[in-house]
C-alpha cells in the first residue's frame, strides 16, 4: 500500500494528530448535537449533515455517477430551524460512519487507481486536480476542517473528550 493510500485511510478514521471523527459524534445526545453555541454558524449536527453531503456527492462523482452541484454551500446545510429527533440523529451519525468505511474501502481498493481521472461536473471541479486520489485527500482535509469545529463546540459545550476518549499517535 502506498504512503498515500494509507495517510488517508489513517486521516480518515483519526490517526495521528486527527480526532477520530466517529467518536466526535456517537456519544452525544440529540440535543447536545442540536444545539448552537453563540459565536458558532452552526451545530454539531448542522456539520455531520454538511459533511455527509459532501462524502456523499464526492462519493457518487468517483463512482461516475453524476449528482447535482449545489449553486450554493448553503445548500448543503439542513434548513434553519430544522428539529432534530432521536431518529434524525441515529440516521446522521450511522449514514457519517458509512461515508468514512466507503472512503476506506475505495482507498485500499482503487491502490493501482489512483491516478483515474474523475470527470468534473461543475466549474469549480474545473479548478482543482480530479484524479481520484485529490478527491480522497479533498475528502480528508473537509472532514479534518469540520471535526475540528467539532471539537471546539464540544469544548464549549463542556462534552470534551468523547466518552472513548481520543488516542493520538502524537
Not at 3 to 29: N, Q
Not at 131 to 142: G, I, K, N, P
Request: include cysteine.
Amino acid at each position: 500500500m502506498s504512503w498515500s493510500s494509507r495517510a488517508v485511510i489513517e486521516l480518515l478514521r483519526g490517526k495521528g494528530a486527527h480526532a477520530d471523527p466517529v467518536a466526535c459524534v456517537e456519544d452525544l445526545t440529540p440535543e447536545l448535537a442540536a444545539q448552537h453555541v453563540e459565536g458558532f454558524p452552526h451545530s454539531i449536527a448542522e456539520l455531520v449533515f454538511h459533511m455527509n453531503y459532501w462524502m456523499d456527492y464526492e462519493l457518487r462523482r468517483v463512482r461516475g455517477e453524476k449528482p447535482p452541484h449545489p449553486e450554493r454551500n448553503e445548500e448543503s446545510f439542513p434548513s434553519a430551524g430544522t428539529a432534530l429527533s432521536s431518529e434524525d440523529w441515529n440516521s446522521l451519525k450511522t449514514a457519517f460512519a458509512r461515508l468514512l468505511a466507503d472512503f476506506i474501502a475505495l482507498a485500499k481498493s482503487s491502490e493501482g487507481d489512483m491516478q483515474r481521472q474523475v470527470e468534473s461536473l461543475h466549474e469549480r471541479d474545473k479548478q482543482i486536480a480530479s484524479t481520484l486520489e485529490a478527491s480522497l485527500w479533498q475528502v480528508v482535509v473537509h472532514n479534518s476542517y469540520h471535526i475540528g469545529q467539532v471539537v471546539m463546540l464540544r469544548q464549549a459545550l463542556n462534552v470534551w473528550p468523547p466518552r472513548g476518549g481520543v488516542v493520538s499517535l502524537w
